[in-house]
């Protein structure tokens, strides 16, 4: 069974029917407990928002928060998206005091401000929309079939590890590279959204509910 995890954080639905459409031969369920954390063979955390919102309704030291730092260390396939991505780290600068699973090392920046795009224009906060990816590496993941690494992201703050050899794939937001992914063992988290990103998007989903970590 792969969990989609339910904790009040939005595109739940979204996430689910497009893990069904990968064809995946396990059930997909929407979970909000630890019990189906623990049933899971796979574990998925989509979100969006804020990050104090993500933190509070998945503290580590509350049942369902512990549940998932028990599954991620017990080996399972994880999905972060978003900030089922960022959670992963200690903590970010939108929510000072609000403290991530730990994870990963690292915090949660926002985007840097006035950056400019090639032609001269000012880049907008946050980042929403169509951009490319560029691997770092290979990840059974991450590779994309079809070689369309074109993702739909909506944010403004991403994850700067302490250690850049988490960072799996990244995108540019004027001439700074932003991490787009992060993958370590059974851990993969991506700051766009799959989801929303059609065939690309789908093409990763199925490469995580094949993947053997």
Known sequence: MIAVVDAGL????????????????????????????????RVVVPGQGAFGEAAAALRPDSPLGASIVDAIRAGKPYLGICLGMQVLFHSSEESPGHPG????????????????DADGRR???????????ALRGTHPVLDVPSGDAWFYFVHSYHAVPDDERLIAAVCA??????TAAVARDNVVGVQFHPEKSQGAGLE???GFVKWRA
């Open 10 to 41: 939005g595109n739940l639905r979204s996430v689910l029917r497009a893990l069904v459409a990968t064809g995946t031969g396990e059930e997909v369920r929407l979970v909000d407990g630890p019990e189906g954390v623990r049933d899971a063979t």
């Open 101 to 116: 699973f730990g994870i990963f090392a690292g915090r949660v920046r926002k985007l840097p401000a006035k950056m400019r």
């Open 123 to 133: 880049l907008k906060i946050p980042n929403i929309g169509w951009t490319p990816i």
């Open 173 to 178: 937001y004027g001439e700074v590279p932003l």
């Open 204 to 206: 990763l989903l199925r």
